[in-house]
């Protein structure tokens, strides 16, 4: 049990080569790469089956002795700033783990047909294996600077998935408007990244939690400047989860293919904003008001995404609103301080939604509209 949580931090790596073997082999054998296209989604689905075995493996450990498990490297240090890099794994860690490895096999598996006569193949499956690389570090960081870091690289695997189809202009827009509303709540993220350290001097997630309690139990810190922190942190989390007022890329995003829209934008990419939140609830607990602004933003973004759900003609749209009245829920679960309903409800949704979208919108099913994928031309290699 101790090797397997020693050795945890490949977790985010092994997906890594895909896209790296990709890359050059279009550099290096052009012709040779794209004759062999339909073989890459094999070690795709293979190495994101590896990681999922990895992460039953912890799940059931945790399970088991519910113990935290944190390994930490010094990067730089001097009398001033200290980094290190490292990788955490809790029951968060584990649940999150087995939610992206599980979909993403099923999105990969789906998508090797989905995709077979595009051609953007290749592009496609390196696109999806760095966005699983990103998220897998995202969940196990063990520090805010490396959550910042996979954060972005995550909203940047959006931006290329999303404006897929760049050559259409209104995938091109929808990915734009993606980048530029996310890059808002992520210089947020980071300004209170900074706050945070300037505070307590760290940025480990231990360290941080215990010095900035004792800040505020000891009433030794300017509480409207925490809460102001507090604030800028949630941004981040508004942001990519798609609340309310930053909610406006997700209905844009599904512009992307169906297997994108299932995986980043009704599964895992959107409850990034809500692993953020179950991170840092240990630190959001105890500021006043900060969960109450929390639970307030949920339910604004639960009634404001089902009532403009019912006003849509586009499928893929009302599922995006609906999307986003769901996360609403699980912010305002987060705001009550309900961790495990939360979770809860993150992992029931992510399943149903992502299959719901294969469902209704892979197989080609029309309401009444031209679906965008049915009118993308199809150019074979």
Same mark, same amino acid.
């Given at each position: 049990? #101790?090797?397997?949580?020693?050795?945890?931090?490949?977790?985010?790596?092994?997906?890594?080569?895909?896209?790296?073997?990709?890359?050059?082999?279009?550099?290096?054998?052009?012709?040779?790469?794209?004759?062999?296209?339909?073989?890459?989604?094999?070690?795709?689905?293979?190495?994101?089956?590896?990681?999922?075995?990895?992460?039953?493996?912890? +799940?059931?450990?945790?399970? &088991?002795?519910?113990?935290?498990?944190?390994?930490?490297?010094?990067?730089?240090? &001097?009398?001033?700033?200290?980094?290190?890099?490292?990788?955490?794994?809790?029951?968060?860690?584990?649940?999150?783990?087995?939610?992206?490895?599980?979909?993403?096999?099923?999105?990969?598996?789906?998508?090797?047909?989905?995709?077979?006569?595009?051609?953007?193949?290749?592009?496609?499956?390196?696109?999806?294996?760095?966005?699983?690389?990103?998220?897998?570090?995202?969940?196990?960081?063990?520090?805010?600077?490396?959550?910042?870091?996979?954060?972005?690289?995550?909203?940047?695997? +959006?931006?290329?998935?999303?404006?897929?189809?760049?050559?259409?202009?209104?995938?091109?827009?929808?990915?734009?408007?993606?980048?530029?509303?996310?890059?808002?709540?992520?210089?947020?993220?980071?300004?209170?990244?900074?706050?945070?350290?300037?505070?307590?001097?760290?940025? #480990?997630?231990?360290?941080?939690?215990?010095?900035?309690?004792?800040?505020?139990?000891?009433?030794?810190?300017?509480?409207?400047?925490?809460?102001?922190?507090?604030?800028?942190?949630?941004?981040?989390?508004?942001?990519?989860?798609?609340?309310?007022?930053?909610?406006?890329?997700?209905?844009?995003?599904? #512009?992307?293919?169906?297997?994108?829209?299932?995986?980043?934008?009704?599964?895992?990419?959107?409850?990034?904003?809500?692993?953020?939140?179950?991170?840092?609830?240990?630190?959001?607990?105890?500021?006043?008001?900060?969960?109450?602004?929390?639970?307030?933003?949920?339910?604004?973004?639960?009634?404001?995404?089902?009532?403009?759900?019912?006003?849509?003609?586009?499928?893929?749209?009302?599922?995006?609103?609906?999307?986003? +009245?769901?996360?609403?829920?699980?912010?305002?679960?987060?705001?009550?301080?309900?961790?495990?309903?939360?979770?809860?409800?993150?992992?029931?949704?992510?399943?149903?939604?992502?299959?719901?979208?294969?469902?209704?919108?892979?197989?080609?099913?029309?309401?009444?509209? #031209?679906?965008?994928?049915?009118?993308?031309?199809?150019?074979?290699?």
């Amino acid at each position: 049990m #101790e090797y397997t949580h020693q050795s945890s931090w490949i977790i985010p790596f092994i997906p890594l080569p895909v896209p790296i073997l990709i890359g050059a082999g279009l550099l290096l054998f052009p012709t040779t790469t794209k004759n062999l296209r339909r073989m890459w989604a094999f070690p795709s689905i293979l190495f994101l089956s590896i990681v999922m075995i990895f992460s039953v493996d912890l +799940s059931i450990h945790q399970i &088991n002795k519910s113990f935290i498990y944190q390994y930490v490297w010094s990067w730089t240090i &001097n009398n001033d700033l200290s980094l290190e890099f490292g990788y955490l794994i809790d029951s968060l860690t584990s649940i999150m783990s087995i939610l992206i490895t599980t979909v993403g096999i099923l999105v990969l598996i789906y998508s090797d047909n989905y995709m077979s006569h595009d051609q953007g193949y290749l592009r496609f499956f390196a696109y999806m294996s760095f966005f699983n690389t990103s998220m897998l570090g995202l969940v196990t960081s063990s520090n805010l600077i490396q959550i910042y870091i996979f954060w972005e690289l995550v909203g940047m695997c +959006s931006y290329l998935l999303i404006g897929f189809w760049f050559t259409r202009p209104i995938a091109a827009n929808a990915c734009q408007k993606a980048f530029v509303t996310n890059r808002v709540g992520d210089f947020g993220l980071l300004l209170g990244i900074l706050g945070l350290y300037w505070i307590t001097g760290s940025f #480990e997630f231990r360290d941080l939690f215990q010095i900035f309690n004792n800040l505020i139990y000891q009433n030794e810190v300017n509480i409207f400047f925490v809460t102001l922190c507090a604030l800028l942190l949630f941004c981040g989390s508004i942001a990519k989860s798609a609340q309310f007022p930053l909610h406006v890329w997700l209905p844009d995003a599904m #512009e992307g293919p169906t297997p994108i829209s299932a995986l980043i934008h009704a599964a895992t990419m959107v409850a990034a904003g809500v692993f953020l939140v179950a991170r840092l609830l240990p630190l959001f607990i105890v500021i006043p008001y900060i969960m109450n602004v929390i639970a307030f933003i949920g339910i604004i973004t639960v009634v404001l995404g089902a009532t403009l759900a019912l006003a849509q003609k586009d499928i893929k749209r009302n599922l995006a609103y609906s999307t986003m +009245s769901q996360l609403g829920y699980m912010m305002l679960a987060l705001g009550m301080g309900s961790y495990r309903a939360a979770l809860f409800h993150l992992i029931t949704h992510a399943y149903s939604k992502a299959l719901k979208l294969r469902a209704h919108i892979g197989h080609g099913l029309r309401t009444g509209i #031209e679906l965008y994928e049915l009118e993308v031309p199809v150019v074979p290699q």
